[in-house]
């Protein structure tokens, strides 16, 4: 969907209100038109663009000091590798923006393994394996399979030791348990942690996928307490408090 959206449009603004944050939803390109790694390439675009503060509708107090970028979904997986590009980025390059945070909300990772999750819950609530590999199949490049790194990022062919990335933030990482992706989800978390990454986990036991679309949904109001709790965490790490 795309930031205009009324789901996505509400999230932003709720999580606007919560944290007293300025929210940039970004518009990249969608796939098929548009294949790997256009996605990530607009990420970056938006982080320099907001780092030049060249447009008068930007607020002038807000701190780019104390930047979190954060992605539901697909989001979540272009959240990951935005961090890891920002992370291998000279000060030059970005000269306001800092990343303190990374939000994973059911980032969407897979592999050419079937997890024990994708096969319990193949035709679950929101979301099909079926579904998911057509999407894989419209996003990476051709020839290519779901071990490419876009996708499995700590899978046999990551070749990249995010352990020597001193500036990858500190990472919340959320998992529902009726969505059929929720192992590639701990296993990234676990990735994370492997590598030497400050990283948390979140599980709703009654979540499945994109369940923060719904505002009357019980869970909810309760991921909006997770996010907060988090970014308030690492505003203190950040203040040196």
């Not at 007293?20 to 390109?29: F, G, L, M």
């Not at 500190?170 to 942690?193: F, I, M, S």
Request: proline letters at 6%; aromatic letters at 12%.
């Amino acid at each position: 969907m795309s930031p205009d959206s009324k789901p996505f449009d509400t999230l932003c603004r709720r999580l606007s209100l919560e944290n007293s944050a300025v929210v940039v939803s970004v518009n990249y390109r969608y796939s098929p038109e548009f294949k790997y790694p256009s996605q990530y390439e607009d990420g970056f675009d938006a982080l320099k663009f907001i780092d030049e503060r060249q447009f008068k509708e930007f607020p002038g107090n807000a701190d780019l000091s104390r930047c979190f970028i954060a992605g539901d979904s697909a989001g979540g997986n272009l959240s990951h590798h935005l961090a890891v590009r920002v992370a291998k980025t000279d000060d030059d390059e970005l000269k306001q923006v800092k990343v303190i945070g990374l939000i994973g909300i059911q980032p969407w990772f897979g592999g050419q393994e079937r997890t024990e999750s994708e096969i319990k819950l193949e035709n679950g609530p929101a979301l099909s394996l079926d579904r998911t590999d057509w999407l894989w199949k419209a996003f990476l490049p051709q020839g290519s399979n779901r071990d490419h790194l876009a996708s499995n990022v700590f899978g046999p062919n990551c070749c990249e030791d995010i352990s020597k990335l001193k500036k990858f933030p500190p990472t919340l990482v959320v998992v529902g348990k009726w969505d059929l992706l929720q192992d590639w989800q701990r296993r990234y978390y676990e990735g994370l942690k492997r590598f030497g990454k400050e990283a948390y986990i979140v599980e709703f036991p009654n979540a499945f996928h994109g369940f923060y679309s719904l505002t009357e949904f019980p869970e909810t109001p309760l991921l909006f307490q997770e996010v907060k709790k988090f970014v308030q965490n690492q505003l203190a790490k950040a203040s040196g408090k």
